[in-house]
């Protein structure tokens, strides 16, 4: 139809030019004499004629400037009945006074401007909500003068919003609850100043559409750029600004507004920060409202947020601890997170209480992932690693004031593909004779570091450390107390060669420096390592393999056979020539200087191993 209607209006002025006629020139309505267009709008006029002038005014150029008080005075009054018809008039009418009023506020005098809000407060706010917003906007300059409304231009929008909800009118109202918070929030009536910011508070928390939450955020930064901020209402702005912060559209806008609201006052930010602790602890919270809490406080505390008096970690962390035991994963991730953090920047100022209570965070979060029934999530793990790395980083700088005993207690609890060195060494400094309990420790150390352990690296730390243990206790006369030790050499099965190797180097050590009982025993583990890696191995016949008698010479050579050996369900070739460093180790013994081994003792050691099924060549 307007292609049409455009190629007619064209062809019709080209025969007009070729006919050499003037072009016909629409004469605005505004260019008719004022009293005229009065005239034609008054009430005694046909509804017809007064619609079809309101028709043309609205389609027509904004009003001239000539335009005088008592003119728009006249005007409004012709067209205040046409607010009350039908539903089309209705919306003409309303078009007519917005455009009116965007053109010719400032002429308008207080009187005419509460008249106006009066009737637009006497509409029907279903369908025309959206219409009376525009009106009421253009009649405050979008919220800037409100020119004696202040008093129930509150009230007047609380009234609005269910209309506004059903029309899709929303942003128009915050927008223009926007200008009105920015402008003149001192003046308005405190209960509905109250009820509305409530309002726009649980819209950043339930709504779905992100053109209403950005609108919502705008009305809370004039609120609280303007410092307009009071306890009664703290708690609801904690909780959309720490529900919307969650949001990525919106996280840095939220930034913003929580560093502002910390400038508001020193007493606002000490609430605040008791809001959000109560929250973390408040189990009924939805996981992203306490997650949102966690990084807010957690910035405040040590992060990117600047606070008048930040407030101290030993605040904080407990409800932390409190907010793991719940079981959300997604929380306690973002909590571990945030804890590590801290370590990171804060390492250095961290005390001993502080340590013990992200130890416990930490120790929680581990017992939770264990008694789930289900896999725990890989940012999770790799959370409480990163936690785990970072602590026992510390410690290897010198900058955990903790509880050292613990850490490493939390380190074997969860040891991963970690290198355990730091933890051996820390462990190698309680296994000297003279300190008390150090048997005990060296079991343990036994047990968690070599019986349990499968990573070659770290059982051979293991022999090292006990080559200092057995020097030591050579110094001290205490060689026999080792036989604790001895007993966990037994079943080497499955031990890679590097492992037997330095086993049967430290046994013999031991064996040089032991007699009686102690002896036998030594020579009992060497005896069984024997029979492992040369009769018993997978390939063999199994039975005795006789060569030449056990003769003082280094240099014998190897058996040429091969047999494969399997460690950890891996068939691995290795050559008889494995029993090399074995009967080195055995020569050694057995061939010691009369000052270390007495003859009676070389006699024992010799007829245990002859009278085996082995006769090592």
Known sequence: MTDKASASTSLGQKIREWAGLKPVVARPIWSQP??????????????????????????????????????????WKSVRDLLQLDRSTRHLTMTFLQQLLEAKRDELTPLN??????????????????LVLDVLSALTRGGAELGFLEKHIGAF??????????????????????????????LLDPSSTHDLILLVCHLCLKSCEMEDIQAGLAV???????????????????????????????????????????RVSLVIEYATVATLTKLIEDKRNPDNLTRGCVYLISHMSWGTLVAVSPPSPIYIIPSFLQATTFGHNNVTTDILFSLNMLILRKRSELSSPIWDLIMDVWQTALELTHDSDSEPPEGLRRAIEDVLNSMEKCFSEDEFEGDVDRLFDLIEASPGDRDMTIALNYKAQNLHPSISGWLDNLADMMLRYFKEEYREEIKMRVLQVLEDVLASCIQMKQVEDLKVVVSFFGGLDAETPNVLDATVKLLVKVGMVSSGTFLSTVCDILVTIVKYLYIKSPGTSGGPLRKSPLRRSSSMEPPRQTVSIDLKNEAIP???????????ALITLFFSPPSTLSRGQRHLCFTKTCSSDAIVT
């Open 34 to 75: 004022l009293q005229s267009i009065v005239d034609q709008l008054s009430v005694n006029n046909e509804l017809s004629i007064r619609v079809q002038c309101l028709q043309n005014l609205s389609s027509d150029f904004l009003p001239p400037t000539t335009l005088d008080n008592m003119t728009i005075e006249s005007l």
């Open 113 to 130: 401007r509460t008249s106006i809000f009066e009737a637009l407060r006497a509409q029907e706010l279903g369908e025309d909500s959206s």
């Open 157 to 186: 929008i609380q009234d609005l919003l269910p209309a506004c909800l059903t029309q899709k009118s929303l942003v128009k109202m915050l927008h223009l609850l926007e200008g009105i918070f920015t402008h003149h929030f001192a």
């Open 220 to 262: 809370l930064r004039a609120l609280i750029t303007e410092k307009n901020v009071n306890q009664e209402y703290l708690t609801n702005i904690v909780l959309a600004l720490s529900t919307t912060i969650m949001i990525d559209q919106f996280h840095g806008q939220c930034m913003e507004l929580f560093q502002s609201l910390l």
């Open 574 to 584: 290795v050559g008889l020539n494995r029993c090399q460093p074995v009967a080195d």
